[in-house]
């Protein structure tokens, strides 16, 4: 890790904010820590706070198009190596390309992000294994949920077929769930609402709770974090 954060930031000027609407110049005034949680990982409310401070309110952020932006950066940074599950060590690439890891930002965000902000340190072994779980059964339980439902749905089936149909779902759910209880505490990335196997009443509150968990977030809620942030009052 000995590339220089001033190198990796270096960016043409192409899809940036106009150089009238910046409040911040990094090449001046230096780049921007990323802020971090307390389990080191990258905390995109904050980053997008402390982003929208460095240009004018008044910019639209305005771009061509939108693309995933990933939270733990550089890939270069991230090895493609072997996943040790008796050890606890993750894929750090497979930790980085997470859902939770990305957000689709316009990629005129995107590119002002990599400018103005530092790399964020790569977490440790223990917090990207145990990421890569909480995704890994997060993303599952939801899955079944979602494809359970579609037999709720169903004009065609009597309440028996749909019964008989979803048991086989309620037991993968029951499965999942005891997976993700095997989570820690700490790193889950939901806690489940209660659920009773057999109820489709919980089966809707389970999609509820796990749906931004487990898709990428998008550039609409990245967006609203920052002008919400551009529009508070500047401390005195």
């Known amino acids: 890790m000995e590339a220089r954060p001033d190198a990796l930031c270096a960016r043409p000027s192409v899809h940036l904010p106009p150089r009238e609407y910046w409040l911040s110049d990094p090449i001046v005034e230096g780049l921007i820590p990323t802020p971090l949680d307390r389990w080191g990982l990258v905390d995109a409310l904050a980053l997008f706070q402390e982003v929208a401070k460095t240009i004018d309110p008044a910019y639209e952020w305005q771009s061509a198009f939108s693309d995933p932006h990933h939270l733990q950066w550089p890939g270069d940074w991230y090895a493609n190596e072997v996943r040790d599950s008796a050890n606890k060590m993750a894929n750090p690439q497979e930790f980085r390309n997470l859902a939770i890891s990305q957000w689709v930002l316009p990629r005129v965000l995107h590119n002002w992000i990599h400018r103005v902000t530092e790399p964020p340190p790569v977490p440790s ?65 939901v806690e489940l609402p209660e659920y009773q196997a057999g109820n489709v009443r919980d089966m809707f509150k389970l999609e509820s709770a796990l749906g931004r968990y487990a898709t990428i977030a998008t550039a609409d809620q990245a967006m609203r974090i920052v002008r919400q942030a551009s529009a508070r009052p500047k401390a005195a």
């Open 125 to 189: 072994d223990e917090v990207m294994f145990y990421r890569t779980e909480a995704q890994r059964v997060t993303t599952s339980l939801f899955m079944t949920v979602r494809d359970g439902k579609r037999y709720i749905d169903s004009s065609s089936l009597t309440y028996r077929q749909i019964h008989a149909k979803l048991t086989p779902y309620y037991r993968q759910m029951s499965l999942q769930i005891k997976a993700m209880q095997e989570v820690p505490p700490e790193f889950r990335l």
